[in-house]
């Protein structure tokens, strides 16, 4: 789709800036594509602007009386969806300088970014990153699922990565301007969700160690299924007994961009044994259960469900707090506290949960070449169970009664 415009946040609504030169002569209005999907894209007062189209070659539009909607479709097979990127039609940027101050928020065409090649970013690794998804409902609508926790783990973050971070409504506006605006590719109920993706990072540039004197907040979303092959059959997890994520003191509870980069060598070969991903143990200790790779864990005995406390080199996972209280709301006695590996071989079950796994059942775990098995090679009852409950409540299929989805159309 080649508009070639961007819109801006002001107060809450959309306004085209500037105008695209390669558009000119009537005005009409543009809304976000209606898919091939059916799936009722909404026109949405967040996102009505005005465009100059009559030249223009590149906009497939049709006009009717109050809009003009693309016939662009989404060629996708929805029900192959795995855990890759697939470019989608805009990205959202802010930036701030030296005043700490985001302002003038846009929505460009997805596609690559200027950096200069002395960003703080690039050079010193000073940025974060943020995850969340948004559903399609059965009535064509979109939920959220608690984009204020992100909001407000980004400011924790850029707090100790010194960077400014948006507020947190300017990151939940922004979120939800993006997903609107990126509506045709919020898969179908039931077959997958939009995952977002927020950075933040020093974009200005630096050359002596120092935090960068400006900053770039950038949304882009892509449509996702499951993100471990496996799909939700239950992961094979191997013990790392060589390699740390993250150490006291570290970055390792904040979602800095090079805590993903440092697991990279033990996942690879990890992957080339054939397990699904790595178990990281704490590094001082070598025995106490730290996260995935990717995710946080959890292990289930009897009734009680026990994962790592939040210590700092632990991340605080939306999943996490969100399944912890769904379990306690079940009946489960839910503890955080320090799990050591010999309590994990002896679990009745293990699984984990993250924004992209959600939960996701352990199958096997290996620990110094030993291998222990869960669940008869199904998915756990508990693992299930709140599996259930959570996609339920994401996909607004139950009631909820907490308040943690965000209705955007
Ligand atoms: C997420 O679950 O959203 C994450 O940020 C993990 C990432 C490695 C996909």
Same mark, same amino acid.
């Given at each position: 789709?080649? !508009? ?30 209606? #898919? ?38 989404? %060629? ?47 050079? !010193? ?23 204020? %926790? ?18 947190? %409504? ?51 979303? #892509? ?36 805590? !993903? ?32 790779? #990717? ?68 199958? #096997? ?45």
């Amino acid at each position: 789709m080649e !508009y070639g415009f961007s819109l801006q946040l002001r107060s809450n609504r959309a306004i085209l800036a500037p105008p695209c030169p390669s558009f000119s002569g009537r005005k009409c209005l543009l809304f976000p594509a209606k #898919s091939s999907l059916k799936t009722g894209s909404q026109i949405h007062p967040l996102l009505s602007f005005s465009v100059d189209i009559s030249n223009s070659t590149a906009c497939k539009a049709v006009r009717s009386a109050t809009s003009v909607e693309t016939t662009e479709v989404t %060629e996708l097979n929805w029900d192959n969806l795995g855990f890759g990127l697939v470019p989608t039609d805009y990205m959202y940027v802010m930036k701030c300088s030296s005043d700490g101050i985001f302002t003038n928020g846009e929505l460009k065409k997805f596609g690559p970014i200027e950096l200069n090649p002395s960003a703080g970013v690039l050079n !010193y690794g000073q940025g974060l990153f943020e995850g969340l998804k948004a559903y399609r409902k059965a009535d064509g609508s979109i939920l959220l699922f608690r984009p204020e %926790e992100n909001a407000m783990r980004m400011i924790d973050g850029a707090a100790r990565m010194c960077m400014p971070a948006p507020t947190v %409504e300017q990151f939940v506006d922004a979120v939800k301007m993006t997903v609107l605006a990126n509506n045709r590719w919020v898969p179908p109920t039931g077959k997958g969700s939009l995952y977002v993706r927020p950075l933040l990072m020093g974009s200005g540039p630096v050359l002596g160690l120092a935090p960068a004197p400006e900053y770039t907040f950038l949304i882009f979303v #892509s449509p996702v299924g499951n993100y471990f092959k496996e799909g939700l059959s239950p992961i094979n997890l191997i013990v790392e007994n060589e390699y740390h994520r993250a150490t006291p003191g570290g970055t390792g509870g904040v979602k800095t961009i090079g805590n !993903y980069a440092s697991v990279l060598k033990a996942q690879k070969i990890a992957k080339e044994k054939g397990y699904s991903d790595v178990l990281y143990l704490d590094a001082v200790h070598k025995r106490y259960l730290e996260e995935v790779s #990717s995710c946080n864990i959890f292990v289930v005995k009897g009734n009680v469900i026990s994962t790592p406390e939040i210590k700092g080199t632990i991340l605080p996972g939306i999943t996490r707090k969100s399944i912890m209280d769904v379990a306690q709301g079940q009946g489960f006695q839910v503890e955080e506290r320090a799990v050591s590996v010999e309590e994990l071989l002896n679990a009745d079950e293990v699984f984990c949960t993250g924004t992209a796994v959600v939960v996701s059942p352990v199958g #096997s775990i290996t620990y110094l070449g030993k291998r222990v098995e869960y669940g008869n090679s199904g998915v756990g009852v508990v693992s299930q169970q709140l599996y259930s409950a959570l996609t339920s409540l994401q996909m607004g299929l139950a009631e909820d009664h907490l308040g943690w989805t965000v209705q955007l159309n």
